[in-house]
Structure formats: C-alpha cells, structure tokens
C-alpha cells in the first residue's frame, strides 16, 4: 500500500452560530458529551446505548416497544435490531403527524422539465398515500409482496413507495432509464406481484415512452398479476399510453386514476415487525446477476435519518434537494429522511442541462432549496459552462451542500465551494452505499473541512482504514472497513446469504470489508480514493485510479477521466488512460503528449500511462459512478458483467472502438 499526499489547508470553519443550532451539538448536549470524538468513542463502542439515543432523537414510534436494540446471537453478519419490537416507518413518516402543525406544511416540491410545478402537504400527501394503499389492498396485496415501481421522479412515485410500505409490501424500486431485460431480471428474482409504472416522461423536451418497456419486461415476468400506470398530463404521453396498452395478456392492468377515484381517504397502516422487510434495493456487482439488497423497517430509514439529521443537519424548515433517481439508494433515502425530520423534500424530473446549463440553479432559486446534493460527476459536467450561470440566479436559499457518488478532484470541489458556495458555504461530503443504508464517513456542521475531504466516521459507524494483514493504518492508502454492526446494515442479498458473507465478511472475521481505498491524514480528516477492485498495480506500487484522474483533469481540456490497468509483462499492469474533453478541444498526438507529460511530474516517471484514449463518454452508473470494471473489460475484450444499472451503454461502444483502434 502506498502513502498519500495529503496537502491541502482547512478552507472552511463553522461559526459559534451554526455549531450552537446544530442538532449534532443538540444531541452531544442532552448526553452530556464534551466532544464529538467522545460521541463518536461511545457510539461504537456502547451501540446498545447509542441506537436508542438515535431512535429517541428521531421520536421514532413504535407500536409494540422493543425488548432489546441489539441481538448478535447469530453473529455480526446477521445482527438482528429492535428486537420485538412492532413498527411500521410510514407511521413515523405521515400518520404521526395527522393533527399537528407539521400536517399543513409542505412535505414535497415538485418541477417538471417543461416548468410544470406541483406541491403536497403532509396532509395532501397522507390522503394520496392511504388512498392508493387501499387500492393495492383491493388487488389482495399485502404483508411479504413484493410491489416494484418503475416510475419518473413525479409526486406519485413517493405516494406509491409509501403506500407500498404501508401494507406491509416489499418496495423494489427501478431505474426510470432500465430496459425491459433489466426490469425482468429484477421482477423475476423478487417475485414481484405487481408492477407500478407511467406511461412516458421527457428528456430534453422529447417523449420518452415507458409503457412499452414495462409491457415487454412483464411480459417475460409470470409472477406479475397486476400491473398500474399513470398516465401523464401532456396529450402526446397519452396517446403513447394508449397506443401500448397491452390487449392480449393474462395480467391484469389498471389505470393510477381509476384505482384511486373511489377509495377512501383512510387506511389502516400495518403493524408490522421492526425487522419486517419494506425495500429491496438492486445494485450492480463486479459479477454475476445484480444483487438485491433486503431493509427492514427498523434500518435504512433510521441510518437514512440519522445521517441527514446529525450529518447534513437539516433542520424543518429546510428543502433537501438531492440529485437522483428512485432507482438508487439516494432516492428512498431522501423521501424516508426528510419525512422523519419533518422537513420538505423536492424532486425534479428532467435534464439539468436543459433548456440551458442554468436548470439546476434554476430549481434552487424557484424552490428555496436549503440543502443541495450533488455527484463530483454533474459539477465536472456544469464546469465547462463557466460561472455566468451561477451567477444569473439567486442562490441565497443555500445553507450547505452534500456530495456523494465518485471521489472528488480538487478543481470541481473548489469551484463549487468558491464559485457557487461564495467560499461560505460547507460541502458535506458522504460515501456509503446501499448495504450501508447512507454514509460510512461524511462530514458534518462542526468540524473544519479541507477540499474534497470527509470529517470523518457517521456517528455509530466504527470505521477504519487497514494494511493488506487487517493492522490499523494513518498516513497511508489502506482498505475501508467497519468493525461492527449498525442499524442500517443490509439484512442480507435477497436468496443469496452466502454471496452477501463472501462479498462483504469473507476476508475477516466479523469485519466489514466495503471495497473502498481510504486514508487519514495527520489532522484525522478522512479521504475515499476509489474502489480497491479497481486498484492498479505498476512495477510493485499500488495506485488509485482518483490519484491519475486528478491529475488529468487539471488539464483545462479535460472534463473527466477514468484510469485502468491492463496487463503488462514487466510491470504487472499498465496504466490505460480515458478522458473526455471540453466543449471545442480536439483530441490529437499533442494533447496526449501533454496529458502524458503532466502524470510524470505529478506522480512520477513510472506511472506513466501506456496510451491515454479520447473519448465522448464514460460508463456510468444513474448514481454517477464511473464503472471502472466495465472500461477494463471491454477494453480489453473481456464480458463485460451486469450492465443493466448503466445510464450511457452507448459509452461501452465508444471504450470497444478505442480498443480496435488500438489494436
């Protein structure tokens, strides 16, 4: 393992206002904690006392108390939570708040790509929810069904997951952009009972039909009995609508409207066991089939809350914008926190570049967003565009950003902190995963941030960094991992237990493994490198792929880039460099002289890359991850593995042409 050039001076400090209002010092203060490294001692190493902390601070209800936070009777690996305990999370997100002043604010604020607005109060929202609830349970859905939902980021979309969740189904949410291939897949290893969809939305100001893709996935799925779509507003999204409704299938479909029209404006929500799965989030491994990972009710909506309360602290009177899709884990994330903490959630569905490169500061000013998240990928995107579109709206709503998605490069970290944030504002930065529920390390309101790092572990997450022998390390690229349970840890990979132990427990014993590089330096500030699956190893150096890519896009020619290493006789691998350029700039034998030249001084003459490629894409995830795993292979003539989660798979065409052309 190599040691890590930290550098880098503390940028931002918060002020005696902004730590006093905070609910992290709020919660350090009702325990008597002098210190967040004494909270953070405590809550991994008294998780019994921590968790019941958390769940009071979040006032979370339950129906039935529990007698025990924590059983580990069949190992860490199968941690068991609120034991006894009866609780269903809608309760804690809608019903509790029937009556009181919260009902009348606004849970949700939606825009559309065309300007269309909508809103919903907690009240509007709870009535749309139970209504369709009771159509559901109308179809004879209930408790253990699974229901997915392949939708656009409209208002309905969080009424369908909550309703769902209210019955005691099993949410499975799907990328809005998957292919009929994709969502069989899914459908067929969920065992999924019905279907959730829309007949079409908009991209850039076109129609984009996705009626026709769920008639064909269902299709290929005979566990699907009923299948609900909305239809959309725009006359050109209803003739797609009925121009694809199918005629000749034993499934049943109905239309979102017609279920909804007759039901009542109460439903009964169950009481359901804590540990009750209410979600089954889809993510791509390295190989094999996706995996399914299984939350309860008692897990990622509380590290989902938690994170955003003691992290981002948002605080009631705040809009969390987040960029995402329901299909990632940020979209569930973003409706069960903001609805726990009480605060209003917005959702835009539509291209941020379009009408123009403005669309996302747009939304902020027309909305009142307080808290933004964004991925590195989308700033390196809006980078290009200059700082006049920042600079036409309003953006005094803003009180901090949150990032997560890919590591961080210096130069789009700081343009958004100093361009966009004024050099006042805090980013937030916070990687996890779907297994995790949120945030393994993340920063927070108290601490001083340095550019693109973390502050540090999330409170109840004991984090480390170690050697290839499991030795905690400081001062040098090591592995990620935790060395005990939290609430929010996934219940497993759906019909596959022994693949969840190999992916994550196989390496030691009841530590987590998370597949991340990471490292702290000297001041304790945290720093994700990468994927340590995407390690490359020249002449006996261990390299992250972020340390070459940083470099690259230093160059104001270059917008992204991904490294590689491929096979090499003498050095083990060899580095394979892609880069996207900027608007205008060609790609030529100069320019990759000079890409070439800039790695060797930054790192050195033998990390220089074998051939650095110019291409249009990159292979990304809808969450913005660069698939790394994907570049290699195909690159090199190699399967591919799982492409469904892909966003661009015209980007993998472009990455075989390089390979063609290389040969």
């Known amino acids: 393992m190599s040691s890590f050039d930290f550098g880098g001076e503390f940028v931002w400090r918060p002020t005696p206002e902004l730590i006093a209002q905070s609910n992290l010092q709020r919660l350090m203060q009702r325990h008597a904690l002098t210190s967040l490294d004494e909270l953070q001692t405590r809550s991994t190493t008294e998780l019994d006392w921590f968790w019941n902390a958390v769940l009071d601070d979040l006032n979370i209800e339950f129906y039935q108390p529990y007698t025990r936070v924590l059983d580990l009777s069949r190992g860490a690996p199968w941690s068991q939570w609120c034991v006894g305990g009866k609780l269903n999370i809608v309760r804690n997100c809608l019903d509790k708040y029937a009556g009181t002043s919260t009902d009348a604010k606004l849970a949700l604020r939606w825009e559309g790509e065309d300007g269309a607005t909508r809103s919903r109060t907690y009240a509007e929202l709870r009535r749309e929810v139970n209504r369709l609830a009771g159509a559901l349970r109308g179809m004879g859905l209930g408790r253990g069904d699974a229901v997915a939902v392949f939708m656009p980021m409209t208002p309905e979309i969080v009424v369908a997951m909550l309703a769902i969740i209210k019955l005691g189904g099993?949410?499975?949410?799907?990328?809005?952009?998957?292919?009929?291939?994709a969502i069989a897949l899914r459908l067929n290893d969920a065992a999924a009972k019905a279907l959730i969809t829309a007949d079409g939305t908009q991209r850039r100001?076109?129609?984009?039909?996705?009626?026709?893709?769920?008639?064909?996935?269902?299709?290929?799925?005979?566990?699907?009995?009923?299948?609900?779509?909305?239809?959309?507003?725009?006359?050109?999204?209803?003739?797609?609508?009925?121009?694809?409704?199918?005629?000749?299938?034993?499934?049943?479909?109905?239309?979102?409207?017609?279920l909804v029209a007759t039901q009542p404006d109460n439903s009964p929500t169950e009481h359901t066991d804590a540990e009750e799965p209410l979600m089954l989030i889809y993510t791509s491994g390295t190989t094999g089939a996706p995996k399914g990972a299984v939350h309860t009710h008692c897990g990622f909506p509380i590290k989902a809350a938690q994170d955003i309360a003691h992290g981002l602290d948002l605080h009631t009177d705040e809009v969390l914008y987040w960029v995402t899709d329901m299909g990632w884990m940020m979209g569930p994330w973003l409706v069960f926190g903001a609805l726990l903490?009480?605060?209003?959630?917005?959702l835009y569905d539509g291209a941020l570049d379009f009408p123009g490169p403005d669309r996302l500061w747009a939304l902020v000013e027309r909305h009142g967003v307080t808290s933004l998240g964004v991925s590195p990928t989308l700033i390196r995107s809006l980078l290009p565009h200059g700082d006049a579109p920042v600079r036409a709206h309003d953006l005094s709503s803003l009180r901090k950003f949150a990032s997560t998605g890919e590591p961080w490069n210096p130069e789009p970290w700081r343009w958004l902190f100093e361009v966009v944030g004024q050099a006042r504002l805090p980013i937030i930065n916070y990687s996890g995963g779907t297994e995790i529920s949120g945030g393994i390390v993340m920063g927070n309101v108290l601490t001083p941030l340095k550019p693109c790092a973390f502050a540090g572990p999330v409170p109840g997450i004991a984090?480390?960094?170690?050697?290839?022998?499991?030795?905690?390390?400081?001062?040098q690229v090591g592995e990620l991992v935790i060395r005990q349970p939290w609430i929010g840890m996934t219940r497993g990979f759906w019909n596959a237990p022994e693949r969840y132990l190999e992916t994550y427990w196989s390496r030691w014993p009841d530590v987590w493994v998370h597949g991340d590089w990471a490292a702290v330096d000297s001041d304790g500030l945290w720093y994700i490198l990468g994927r340590s699956d995407d390690t490359i190893k020249l002449a006996g150096k261990r390299l992250g792929p972020a340390e070459v890519e940083s470099v690259l896009v230093e160059h104001e020619g270059v917008i992204e880039a991904a490294a590689i290493g491929v096979p090499d006789e003498m050095k083990g691998d060899a580095l394979v460099c892609f880069c996207v350029l900027a608007p205008g700039v060609v790609g030529s034998d100069t320019l990759r002289t000079q890409l070439r030249e800039q790695v060797i001084r930054a790192l050195g003459k033998a990390l220089a890359p074998r051939t650095i490629e110019f291409v249009a894409d990159l292979p990304k995830t809808r969450s913005a991850k660069i698939m790394r795993r994907v570049i290699r292979a195909t690159y090199l003539g190699l399967p591919p593995g799982d492409l469904t989660a892909l966003e661009n798979p015209s980007a993998v065409e472009a990455i075989r042409a390089t390979m063609r052309i290389g040969a």
């Open 170 to 181: 099993l949410f499975v949410p799907l990328f809005s952009g998957f292919g009929a291939q």
């Open 463 to 475: 984090a480390d960094v170690v050697d290839e022998h499991g030795a905690s390390v400081r001062g």
């Open 341 to 346: 903490l009480g605060a209003t959630m917005m």
């Open 205 to 258: 100001g076109r129609v984009v039909p996705m009626l026709s893709t769920a008639s064909e996935a269902v299709a290929q799925s005979p566990t699907v009995q009923d299948v609900i779509v909305l239809s959309g507003k725009l006359p050109d999204l209803q003739r797609i609508g009925e121009a694809n409704w199918p005629t000749a299938s034993t499934t049943q479909w109905h239309r979102w409207r017609d």
